[in-house]
């Protein structure tokens, strides 16, 4: 689908964002899960606010609960619109069928037509070369491979403050040497789950982000960020180019913060980037002209 920009008040500035596919400033949206989502919705929202969505999330295995037809209609609509679409971390409950139906797992999702297999482990405990060897495995087959790592243990699910307390958390570092691995081994990119950094304590973590993007950087990393004080703080930190994990119910309210046209008293007007308008630079940042070379006369 041709991106549009014919967009209403255009001569209003705004921090401008790259056409997709992005690099930076990706934004991942929840599908159904906590509320159902079906073609219809879905349509309303990339009509209005398809631009600034990159990918969509079916969360919790809900497309085992859903017709075959109703899944195929939200695929080919988000296909419609240039948006990839993730299984979301279902993988982990299907690990525990054993490897044979993990194969058949990842054979029905490229025949169903997803784009992303996210890795996730937040429930179960496997070894690291399993797990990068089912990112190899959903490269092979054509499909991108999005790893999650973090550092509490149960995450995912919604667990009580009371519940993650009682697992206990890891070292950031074993996460990181973790997303290094997923990485070298050809991972799209990388899921950083909230639970113990940001979701469910009694405390954020900030200390964990700043290590994962000290060693990690930022485009290859999304947090997720489905809580408006929580993306708030990672746009006010990072900038706007940070790649985020957000509920549908909350696209708007993100992209008028990443545009910097809205925000809240810490936020509103100080979202700010340097770059031309759109269709000046296909990149995501801006090129700078190289100076020409001094010919040594004044």
């Keep these: 689908m041709e991106q549009t920009?014919?967009?209403?008040?255009?001569?209003?500035?705004?921090?401008?964002?790259?056409?997709?596919?992005?690099?930076?400033?990706?934004?991942?949206?929840?599908?159904?899960?906590?509320?159902?989502?079906?073609?219809?919705?879905?349509?309303?929202?990339?009509e209005t606010m398809g631009t600034y969505v990159d990918i969509f999330k079916f969360s919790g295995g809900s497309f085992r609960l859903m017709p075959k037809k109703a899944v195929k209609e939200l695929i080919d609509t988000c296909h419609e619109h240039d948006v990839l679409v993730s299984t979301g971390g279902f993988i982990e409950r299907v690990l525990t069928y054993g490897p044979d139906m993990v194969d058949r797992y990842l054979a029905e999702c490229r025949e169903t037509g997803f784009d992303v297999v996210e890795v996730s482990s937040g429930f179960i405990s496997v070894p690291l070369d399993d797990l990068l060897g089912i990112v190899e495995r959903v490269n092979e087959l054509g499909m991108k491979a999005k790893p999650e790592i973090g550092i509490q243990f149960g995450a995912g699910g919604a667990s009580s403050v009371e519940e993650l307390e009682?697992?206990?958390?890891?070292?950031?570092?074993?996460?990181?040497?973790?997303?290094?691995?997923?990485?070298?081994?050809?991972?799209?990119?990388?899921?950083?789950?909230?639970?113990?950094?940001?979701?469910?304590?009694?405390?954020?973590?900030?200390?964990?982000v700043a290590k994962i993007v000290n060693e990690l950087g930022l485009e290859k990393v999304m947090f997720e960020a489905a809580d408006p004080a929580v993306f708030s703080w990672y746009i006010k930190n990072f900038g706007p180019d940070v790649n985020l994990f957000v509920d549908h119910s909350q696209v708007v309210q993100l992209e008028a913060l990443r545009s910097g046209i809205w925000g809240t008293k810490s936020t509103w007007g100080r979202i700010v980037t340097y770059r031309g308008k759109p269709g000046k630079a296909t990149a995501d940042r801006p090129k700078l002209v190289e100076p020409a070379a001094k010919s040594g006369k004044r």
């Design 5 to 46: 920009t014919d967009r209403s008040f255009d001569f209003l500035p705004i921090n401008e964002r790259g056409r997709k596919p992005r690099k930076t400033g990706i934004t991942e949206m929840r599908g159904p899960y906590y509320a159902p989502v079906g073609k219809r919705y879905l349509q309303d929202i990339f």
């Design 166 to 208: 009682a697992e206990g958390t890891s070292d950031p570092s074993q996460a990181i040497r973790a997303a290094k691995r997923y990485l070298d081994a050809g991972a799209h990119l990388i899921m950083v789950e909230s639970e113990g950094i940001t979701e469910n304590v009694r405390s954020w973590r900030t200390d964990v």
